[in-house]
C-alpha cells in the first residue's frame, strides 16, 4: 500500500474567503514504511495573508515573492500523489483548500478524491480518545513523538511528524511500538521519520502595538460571539501552536 502523509500551510482560514495554499509538504510510505520520497513546494499566493496566519507558518509575501504558483506545480503535485491514499490531520481543511486550487487552475483537473483516497487521522484521534484534545501537538505527546524541534508550523516539518503519530496512532499494539515478540519488520515499520527541517524561514517581528490592536480586535469579537476564532484554534491545538 503506498501512502502520502500531507499538509498545508495557507494565508488563512478559510479558501471561501481567498485565502491560498502557500506551503504543500508530502511524505511517502509504503506498507507503512517511510521511503525517503518526499514532494515540498512553496507557493507564491495572489493575496495577503490574514492576521495571524504569519505568526503561525513564520512565512512572509517578501519570501513567496519568487516561488511558483499553483498552476506551476500542479501536475507534478496530482502525479506524486496519484493512486494514494493521502494521511492528513483535519483533512476537510486541507482538500478544501486543495479542491479550491485545482478549481482555480482548471477544471480539468477535477478534486483531490479524483486522484486519490483520503484517511483523516483526526477522525481517528477522535474516536480513539473522545473528549481528549487531538491536535497534532497533543497527539505527539500523548502517543512519545518527539515534535521539540517544531517552532513554527511548515508543511514538509508536520507531514514528517504526522507519518510517526499515524504509525503510532494504528499500531494497534500499545501507544507507540509493538509488544515483546513483534516481527522485526512490525518494528521497523514504526521506526520514526527522520525530520530534517526545511530550509530558514523567515520570521515576523510584531510590534508592542500591533499585539495590542490584535488582541483590542479578539476582545470585540469575544464581546459579540462569546468567543473568537483564534480562542477556538488555540483550544484546538495544544498550548504552544495552532493547528
Known amino acids: 500500500m503506498r501512502q502520502i502523509i500531507l499538509d498545508t500551510e495557507t494565508t488563512g482560514l478559510n479558501w471561501k474567503t481567498g485565502n491560498r495554499v502557500v506551503e504543500i509538504g508530502c511524505v511517502e510510505l509504503v506498507e507503512r514504511r517511510p ?18 496566519a504569519q505568526e503561525v507558518t513564520g512565512l512572509t509575501l517578501e519570501f513567496l515573492a519568487d516561488k511558483p504558483v499553483f498552476t506551476d506545480v500542479v501536475d507534478e503535485f496530482l502525479e ?3 493512486g494514494a491514499e493521502l494521511i492528513i490531520h483535519n483533512a476537510a481543511f486541507d482538500v478544501g483548500f486543495l479542491d479550491n486550487e485545482l478549481a482555480l487552475a482548471g477544471a480539468q483537473y477535477g478534486r483531490i478524491l479524483d486522484h486519490a483516497t483520503v ?4 477522525l481517528m484521534a477522535r474516536q480513539r480518545f473522545p473528549g481528549q484534545r487531538n ?3 497533543a497527539l505527539c505527546k500523548r502517543l512519545g513523538v ?3 524541534h517544531r517552532q513554527l508550523h511548515g508543511a514538509l516539518l508536520d507531514a514528517q511528524i504526522l507519518s510517526d503519530v499515524y504509525i503510532a496512532l494504528t499500531s494497534g499494539q500499545g501507544e507507540i511500538g509493538f509488544d515483546e515478540g513483534a516481527s522485526a519488520a ?9 525530520v530534517t527541517a526545511p530550509s530558514a524561514r523567515p520570521r515576523v517581528q510584531v510590534s508592542g502595538d500591533e499585539l495590542a490592536a490584535h488582541e483590542a480586535r479578539l476582545e470585540k469579537l469575544r464581546k459579540k460571539a462569546g468567543k473568537a476564532v483564534w480562542d477556538v484554534m488555540l483550544e484546538e491545538e495544544a498550548a504552544t501552536a495552532v493547528a
Open 80 to 82: 506524486f500523489i496519484r
Open 119 to 122: 484517511e483523516d487521522t483526526l
Open 35 to 52: 521511503t525517503g520520497n518526499h514532494f515540498h513546494r512553496y507557493l507564491k499566493p495572489d493575496c495577503d495573508f490574514e492576521q495571524g
Open 186 to 194: 512490525q518494528a521497523q515499520a514504526t521506526t520514526s521519520f527522520k
Open 146 to 148: 518527539d515534535n521539540s
Open 135 to 137: 491536535s497534532l501537538d
